[in-house]
């Protein structure tokens, strides 16, 4: 570990303590802010135990030297004292638009320490008002609708009088964008401006590009891509948002003299058609290079040609700073082996199914047409196979300019892909002239899980690509066929997944806005956020219900109070939505689609495992008013509380009445109906038990198998934990036949498939009309394996982590498990292992935090690093709690050694 050292006099001393890894609004030093009171959180840095905070102090300026000698400032909290150290809100003063500030904070410990001031970050505010906004908006002046057509090309040349001291640059677009400054690219984001509710939300970024800028002429050119504005959406629907590509820029710049000057886009830019012919997401894209027109973005070149643009002033009062991660090239892929399949079909073999695209550079001749094809698989006898994209193509069409190596890579679209076929090119590929890169939103790797199981391991790799692929932009439901949209029954199965595997704050708290912005006036939720279909695709059960899960799960993994605040008008006018529908307080009216894509073979006696539609609704009814009665108690609306815990009662009566018999069997006796009403809490204490054991009986009669479809999956082992069969919970994730999850593993799965037998055994493939390799639902698993496996847990009475609960649970023949996790404080670690009897458990608890420590199955004394427990000062609480010792820890690393019990499973 990398300990910074501060110099005084001639000694260098260790800095033990410290505060690190300050962040605003979930960003590190943001170009953009909005809110004016941005929110601050650091981290504190120690190799201690037992550390917490006690006080803090946070100075914000508006100058960095000055700051560092407590000078200029705008703002001072003083000493306070609070052991808080995330979401502190900014006090000062209102900041104006465009106003960037500095700030660093210090604190203070439980061992009578103080940190050193940390180091300086800022943050920018953004244009907070419409009439912030001097640019115009500027289109071509084509009339017809373009849709699918060539991707228009604006152009400006601007003089800079005086030198430079800083630049920035505002930039949105209806459509996707792609800026240049003196011939080079702008910025390292794609899909820029981000998929909104494009009509109520519509972002724009910010870039400092003032190293960019040269005294003089100053040209910029910006290229407008279909993307989700107008592009080709689900059953090849088109314009959702509008027809005209349009542009708006902005750049403010300050001389060092003082002055400021603004260049904006007016009807003095230029616009011309090039080498982009067409974009789409489905489709592809296509590259005539001969129409490419060299230097078009610098200030040397002719525009004469060119036309004027038309001015628009459209609206901007839905301009917002942009608030998710950008979309980024990430890890590069380099070509696995090259074949060439039986129907003669020369194909790259990437190894990975990813999504992104392909760069290449590669040699042809003038008007040459070089064509590449993306598939996910091959087929049982090793041909290229793309009948499962239905009709989206993912195509690239290059046409070559010459006969020298010519280097490309696409613009305005992504492909979902393992696969590359390849067309009109014959000579050598390897990974010097052709490679694959991911693209995805820019979120940090925060979870990490392993395992002595090969497959366990794969299968963790395949949840967390199945992440990457489908969080581009918004959570998808698949990245490669005709459809790529928010569905949100997907997004509500995986959410709480997603926040061990990767930092889906910022994510999740964009995509939960445009939710509320598309929710229908009634409070019926869209089956897809963004909605690019129309009001009437709204409130079906499991899926609409995201608008609850969604916020609580975000509050729960980041302790961030303001999602809830942010969402509880939407959250309360989803449960009243129901409520207006029920009839008794029954929710049996209205389409649902159930336990999507349950198990539905008929390899057992009944052939099927259907669950009740209405059943399922009446459940997530119940969890949806559950939710909000818990955002309500911590949001102190004491009104709500009293109000919705009635309606609760009155749901689980109606739920009891109609679905459960006076013994506590389910009308519907599938594992997903048990499920659901152990993990809601619909049934009364008495009869869980009992309801638990029958669905120990259920998958015992299914031989071992899962038989839950997106609804049921993300629960079902956390019920058998919950009610002490853990040991079957591991049985379930062990299986390697179909269905399980590890039947794709054992095909080759590289992602999470949306079908558990999207390959059947036999090589051939489900139905194509509905089969993506790509699709995270049932990789909502890894919740269960970070969470029962390594044993991390937040505790929901301090959530994000401030308190958690570590209980690590061995099983499955596993010989050891290591999960780390990344949180608001820092890394939390669980590591067993098992050897002859004994075993090891490694545990790190961040500073600022306490962990209530559970030691499974202990036979006989603990040790922490070599001295009984009870001996170990920073260990309280400690307690035998049936096999188990529980106790409570500080910040640090702990070692414990025992003997493990040897516990009889579970009776059903």
């Not at 027109?293 to 525009?303: E, V």
Request: glycine share 8%; aromatic share 12%; net charge neutral.
């Amino acid at each position: 570990m990398f300990i910074p050292c501060v110099v005084w006099a001639k000694k260098a001393i260790p800095i033990a303590f410290r505060a690190d890894n300050l962040s605003c609004e979930y960003k590190i030093n943001p170009m953009s802010i909005d809110v004016t009171n941005p929110r601050l959180s650091w981290k504190l840095i120690t190799v201690d135990r037992n550390v917490h905070q006690t006080a803090y102090e946070i100075r914000v300026g508006i100058n960095a030297a000055s700051l560092t000698k407590g000078r200029s400032l705008v703002w001072t909290s003083g000493r306070v004292l609070s052991d808080q150290s995330v979401h502190i809100y900014y006090g000062g003063r209102p900041l104006p638009s465009r106003q960037k500030v500095y700030w660093q904070v210090r604190v203070w410990n439980n061992k009578n320490q103080a940190s050193p001031w940390s180091q300086v970050n800022s943050w920018k505010m953004g244009l907070l008002k419409p009439d912030d906004w001097a640019a115009h908006w500027i289109q071509s002046n084509d009339e017809q609708d373009t849709t699918g057509g060539p991707s228009p090309m604006f152009r400006k040349v601007f003089l800079l009088a005086h030198k430079v001291k800083s630049a920035h640059l505002y930039l949105s677009a209806h459509g996707l964008y792609e800026a240049q400054l003196n011939g080079k690219r702008i910025g390292d984001d794609y899909f820029a401006p981000g998929f909104t509710s494009y009509n109520k939300r519509l972002q724009y970024q910010v870039y400092d590009i003032t190293s960019q800028l040269q005294r003089g002429a100053n040209a910029f050119g910006v290229t407008i891509g279909d993307g989700w504005y107008r592009g080709y959406t689900y059953d090849r629907k088109k314009n959702v948002y509008g027809k005209k590509l349009a542009l708006l820029f902005q750049l403010e710049v300050l001389y060092t003299d003082g002055k400021r000057q603004v260049f904006v886009s007016d009807k003095s830019w230029k616009v011309a058609y090039g080498p982009v012919r067409s974009s789409s997401f489905f489709n592809g894209e296509v590259y005539d290079a001969t129409k490419e027109k060299n230097g078009w973005a610098t200030a040397a070149y002719k525009d004469d040609s060119w036309e004027p643009v038309k001015q628009n002033d459209l609206i901007k009062d839905h301009l917002i700073a942009a608030v998710g991660p950008p979309v980024r090239k990430q890890e590069k892929f380099v070509p696995l082996k090259v074949l060439t399949t039986p129907e003669g079909d020369r194909v790259v073999d990437f190894g990975q199914n990813l999504v992104g695209w392909v760069q290449f550079k590669l040699k042809g001749k003038p008007r040459d047409t070089l064509k590449l094809y993306h598939a996910e698989v091959l087929d049982q006898k090793g041909n290229f196979y793309t009948k499962n994209l239905r009709t989206a193509k993912q195509e690239i069409t290059y046409i070559f300019k010459s006969d020298s190596a010519e280097t490309y890579e696409p613009h305005f679209t992504f492909q979902g892909f393992r696969y590359l076929k390849i067309k009109g090119y014959t000579g050598p590929i390897d990974s010097t002239n052709l490679v694959a890169y991911a693209l995805y939103s820019d979120m940090d790797q925060t979870g990490k899980f392993s395992t002595s199981n090969p497959l366990i391991n794969q299968l963790q790799h395949n949840i967390l690509w199945g992440q990457k692929g489908n969080f581009i932009e918004i959570p998808t439901d698949c990245p490669q066929r005709d459809e790529r949209m928010g569905w949100t029954g997907d997004a509500q199965a995986f959410c709480r997944t997603a926040t061990f595997n990767m930092d889906v704050a910022a994510f999740f708290t964009k995509w939960l806005k445009d939710l509320a912005a598309d929710q229908v006036k009634n409070g019926a939720v869209p089956y897809v956020i963004p909605n690019v279909l129309d009001s009437t695709y709204s409130a079906a059960s499991g899926w609409s219900d995201v608008a609850t899960i969604a916020p609580w799960n975000i509050y729960l993994a980041y302790g961030d109070k303001q999602v809830l605040r942010q969402q509880y008008e939407s959250m309360k006018a989803w449960v009243t939505y129901i409520q207006q529908h029920t009839r008794n307080n029954l929710w049996d009216t209205g389409n649902h689609f159930g336990d999507w894509l349950f198990y539905a073979g008929t390899d057992y006696e009944d052939g099927a495992a259907h669950t009740d539609k209405n059943l399922i609704a009446q459940a997530f009814y119940a969890y949806s008013t559950q939710l909000l009665i818990n955002a309500a108690r911590i949001l102190d609306k004491d009104d709500d509380v009293k109000k919705y815990i009635q309606l609760l009662i009155n749901i689980k009566k109606a739920f009891m009445s109609e679905y459960v018999t006076p013994n506590g069997r389910m009308i519907s006796g599938t594992q997903t109906s048990y499920v659901l009403a152990l993990n809601f809490d619909l049934l009364p204490e008495n009869l869980r038990e009992s309801a638990a054991k029958r669905l120990v009986q259920n998958i015992d009669s299914y031989d071992g198998h899962i038989t839950t479809g997106f609804l049921g999956t993300p629960y079902i082992c956390h019920v058998l934990s919950r009610f002490g069969f853990t040991d079957r919970a591991y049985d379930l994730l062990m299986n390697e036949s179909y269905p399980s999850w590890l039947y794709p593993v054992k095909h080759g799965a590289t992602t999470i498939w949306e079908r558990w037998d999207g390959i059947k055994p036999d090589g051939s493939f489900e139905d194509p009309g509905m089969n993506s390799f790509n699709h995270y639902a049932y990789g909502a698993i890894g919740d269960w394996m970070y969470s029962v496996i390594a044993g991390i847990n937040t505790d929901e009475t301090a959530p994000g982590f401030k308190k958690m609960i570590i209980s690590p649970y061995p099983g499955g023949k596993l010989k050891y498990a290591d999960g780390e996790l990344e949180t608001e404080y820092g890394k939390i670690r669980s590591a067993w292992s098992v050897d002859s009897g004994n075993i090891t458990i490694d545990i790190t608890v961040p500073p600022n935090t306490t962990a209530q420590i559970i030691l499974p199955l202990v036979d006989g004394d603990v040790t922490e690093s070599g001295t009984a427990i009870n001996t170990v000062k920073e260990l309280s609480n400690i307690k035998n709690v049936g096999n188990d010792e529980q106790l409570t820890a500080g910040s640090g690393n702990y070692h414990f050694v025992y003997k493990l019990k040897i516990v009889k499973p579970k009776k059903a």
